[in-house]
């Protein structure tokens, strides 16, 4: 009896917040658990706050309120509002993937991350058996250069060996051919975006054992890549 009694007396205390976000929605978060929401644009958001203060003074304990922007994502939902709240550190990320490894159609998967390595553990925990390519932070356009598909490609392909020299720098030789061939020519903006994304891979390697590559080139291919349309199979991309 003596051992239950101290046991109980140890348990945490409940732990109740409101959340309202920049939009106008509201939830009530119970020891961490996403309880009740509401949307103003087709529910009175009043309702939650008032179960929300009323639970706190049932149990009795405190209850904390909190405002937050929307999440930078445009799919989001309550299980993004509640990490960003509990974890204000992580960002957006997008992983890149083939579905099976050898699948030419690129995929998309965008998570809230501490860091790539985290985005990539989520993507691979999503999608078991996936070939990840490259995991990217959503960047702002102030930290990088405004390019489109094709400049993207020529200045990927400036920071990129030459054929010659590709295998020293563990970049396929075919890589920068392709990459050529589609710069001389008139090649639609797909395909110059599917080399643009082997381009992403290949660069970070080649530049391992030189410092690292430009990380503003990084961010403004990445721009490119997130601003145009690829296969998307899901809304939550290595350097």
Not at 34 to 63: K, R, S
Not at 92 to 105: Q, T
């Amino acid at each position: 009896m003596t051992s239950n009694i101290l046991s109980k007396g140890v348990e945490k205390s409940p732990r109740i917040a409101l959340i309202t976000l920049s939009s106008g929605d509201c939830g009530l978060i119970f020891n961490e658990r996403v309880i009740m929401t509401a949307d103003p644009d087709f529910e009175p958001v009043d309702q939650v706050e008032t179960v929300a203060f009323n639970l706190a003074n049932a149990l009795p304990c405190d209850i904390n309120v909190f405002t937050m922007p929307v999440p930078p994502k445009e799919d989001w939902n309550w299980s993004d509002v509640l990490s960003l709240h509990l974890r204000p550190d992580l960002k957006l990320y997008r992983v890149a993937y083939h579905e099976e490894v050898g699948n030419k159609a690129i995929l998309q998967f965008d998570c809230f991350a501490s860091d790539p390595e985290h985005a990539i553990e989520q993507a691979e925990d999503a999608y078991p058996g996936s070939e990840i390519l490259f995991a990217a932070e959503f960047v702002a356009t102030d930290d990088c250069y405004l390019w489109t598909i094709r400049e993207a490609l020529e200045q990927s392909r400036a920071a990129l060996p030459d054929q010659a020299f590709a295998r020293q720098y563990s970049v396929q030789p075919d890589l920068i051919c392709r990459i050529n061939s589609a710069l001389d020519d008139v090649s639609d903006d797909e395909h110059l975006l599917r080399l643009l994304t082997e381009a992403r891979i290949a660069l970070p390697l080649a530049w391992k054992n030189q410092g690292g590559c430009d990380l503003k080139l990084l961010r403004s291919i990445d721009l490119v890549l997130q601003s145009n349309v690829l296969p998307i199979r899901e809304s939550v991309i290595v350097e």
